[in-house]
C-alpha cells in the first residue's frame, strides 16, 4: 500500500525550529519529486515547498523562502522539512505530499 | 504568481442533482510541452485533501465516473453528474503549470 506518514509536529514558541519528516513506503520512493503543503486551522491549501527525486531542484513559497529547507533522504524513504524562525501564521496541519499520494499531516503550533 | 479563482465558494446541492465548480486562473495554464498541468483535490471533513482529476479531465484511480472535469486555457469546471452523500467536502483547483504552485480558494459542496 502506497502511504506517507509524517512526524515531528508540536507546540513551539515564536522565533523556534521544528523538524517535519515523512516516512515513504509502497513505491519507489527516489524517483517521485515530493511537496510539502499545509493548512492554517479552518483555511484552505497552501503550497510550500517541493523538492524533485534526486534533490536537484528546490522550490519554495515565498511566505516560507529563507526559512524552511527542504531536504530528502532517497536511501532511508525520507523527506524531511527544516522550519526555523517561525511564527504565529506558521500555525498548520503540514502535509507530505506525492503529486497524487498525501499523507494524514502533522500539526505545527506556533504560539507563546 | 498565477492566482487561482473558484466559484461559488458554497454550493448546497440535493442529493441526485448535478453540480459544478469554475476554477479560473489568472493565466494561461498551457505548459511548453503542450499539457495543460490543472488537478481537483477533494477534502471531505476532518480527512487529507485526495486528488480526483490530473491534467484538466483525467480521473485518477478509484474516482467515480460521476466527476469529471473539463476546460482549457485559463477556464476549468470540475461536474458532478448525480451529488452523493459521500461527496459533501470542500473541493480544490490546484495549478502546477509554474512556480509556485497555488490553489483555489476552495469550494465547500454540502447538502440541502
Known amino acids: 500500500e502506497v502511504q506517507l506518514v509524517e512526524s515531528g509536529g508540536g507546540l513551539v514558541q515564536p522565533g523556534g525550529s521544528l523538524r517535519l519528516s515523512c516516512a515513504a513506503s509502497?513505491?519507489?520512493?527516489?524517483?517521485?519529486?515530493m511537496n510539502w503543503v499545509r493548512q492554517a486551522p479552518g483555511k484552505g491549501l497552501e503550497w510550500v515547498s517541493y523538492?524533485?527525486?534526486?534533490?536537484?531542484?528546490?522550490y519554495y513559497a515565498d511566505s516560507v523562502r529563507g526559512r524552511f529547507t527542504i531536504s530528502r533522504d532517497n536511501a532511508k524513504n525520507s523527506l524531511f522539512l527544516q522550519m526555523n524562525s517561525l511564527r504565529d501564521e506558521d500555525t498548520a496541519m503540514y502535509y507530505c505530499?506525492?503529486?497524487?499520494?498525501w499523507g494524514q499531516g502533522t500539526l505545527v503550533t506556533v504560539s507563546s | 504568481d498565477v492566482v487561482m479563482t473558484q466559484s461559488p465558494l458554497s454550493l448546497p446541492v440535493t442529493l441526485g442533482q448535478p453540480a459544478s465548480i469554475s476554477c479560473r486562473s489568472s493565466?494561461?495554464?498551457?505548459?511548453?510541452?503542450?499539457?495543460?498541468?490543472l488537478n481537483w483535490f477533494q477534502q471531505r471533513p476532518g480527512q487529507s485533501p485526495r486528488r480526483l482529476i490530473y491534467?484538466?479531465?483525467n480521473r485518477d484511480s478509484g474516482v467515480p465516473d460521476r466527476f469529471s472535469g473539463s476546460g482549457s486555457g485559463t477556464d476549468f469546471t470540475l461536474k458532478i453528474s448525480r451529488v452523493e452523500a459521500e461527496d459533501v467536502g470542500v473541493y480544490y483547483c490546484?495549478?502546477?503549470?509554474?512556480?509556485?504552485?497555488?490553489f483555489g480558494q476552495g469550494t465547500k459542496v454540502e447538502i440541502k
Open positions: 505530499a506525492r503529486e497524487d499520494i
Open positions: 509502497g513505491f519507489t520512493f527516489s524517483t517521485f519529486g
Open positions: 523538492i524533485s527525486s534526486g534533490s536537484s531542484n528546490i
Open positions: 493565466q494561461s495554464l498551457v505548459y511548453s510541452d503542450g499539457n495543460t498541468y
Open positions: 491534467k484538466v479531465s
Open positions: 490546484m495549478q502546477h503549470t509554474q512556480w509556485p504552485r497555488t
